[in-house]
């Protein structure tokens, strides 16, 4: 079965910092990876994906992705983090098992970025 | 990016009713829309999965006869909770995936829905 792991609940970072937030898959076959933001009360926003080539993808808001292919890993990147950009961070890969349907997320990372 | 409609972003009904949830994609045609129901604090729990002019499928332990789905048209999916109850009282979101072979999913605003 497709999954998802984002290890942390919560990453904290100073305004102007680098930031990463981690994502680790578990798939058969190649995946279709993304990164989605959701704020307070909100649906959620995509902010970029992977499906074949480059293993850096850039996305929305200065955000980019690294896709490992050999440590599973889909880490979420940003060189400054800005106090906007707290929020709550979904992983999540399209299921090969339906015929790439389904989206499966991670438990989600909270950003919280301090003046 | 594309757009998707979720209506009414805030609902307020009385145990028993039913209510009705509006998903639209504004921009594209969308053969399958997802339903999902987010807890406080936790992830997304796919609900459904409905195509455009078939039934939908249903996830393990969700109720269909409690949560209808109509995917009547490209652009249109509806989620009505039927005899609601306290414990349906959620944030509700809909995501519709462009075209056929479109790889990206797209949310809506989503919609929280309060049974009193």
New interface residues.
């Given amino acids: 079965a497709q999954s998802v792991a984002q290890p942390e609940d919560q990453v904290n970072v100073a305004e102007g910092n680098p930031l990463t937030v981690k994502c680790t898959y578990s798939v058969s076959g190649n995946p ?1 990876l ?1 990164w ?1 933001v959701q704020y307070p ?6 902010l970029l ?1 992977y ?1 074949t080539g480059d293993n850096l993808v850039k996305g929305s808001y200065g955000f980019e992705a690294e896709f490992n292919k050999s440590q599973t890993s889909f880490h979420l990147k940003k060189p400054s983090a800005l106090v906007s950009d707290s929020a709550l961070y ?1 992983c999540a890969v ?1 299921d090969r098992n339906t015929g ?4 499966v ?4 990372t909270r950003l919280l970025v301090s003046p | 990016g594309a757009v998707v409609s979720q209506h009414p972003s805030r609902v307020i009904c009385k145990s028993g009713t039913s209510v009705k949830i509006e998903c639209r994609s504004l921009d594209f045609q969308a053969t399958t829309m997802f339903w999902y129901r987010q807890f406080p604090k936790q992830s997304l729990m796919l609900m459904a999965t409905s195509n455009e002019g078939s039934k939908a499928t249903y996830e393990q332990g969700v109720e269909k006869d409690k949560f209808l789905i109509n995917h009547a048209s490209l652009t249109l999916s509806t989620l009505t909770v039927t005899s609601a109850h306290p414990e349906d009282s959620s944030f509700y979101i809909c995501s519709a995936r462009m075209g056929i072979t479109g790889n990206t999913i797209y949310f809506g605003e989503g919609s929280w829905l309060t049974v009193v």
Avoid at chain 1, 41 to 46: E, I, P, S
Avoid at chain 1, 100 to 103: A, R
Avoid at chain 1, 105 to 108: D, E, K, L, Q, V
């Fill in positions: 279709y993304f989605y009360n909100r649906g959620l926003q995509f994906k499906i979904f399209r790439f349907q389904k989206l997320f991670g438990t989600g």
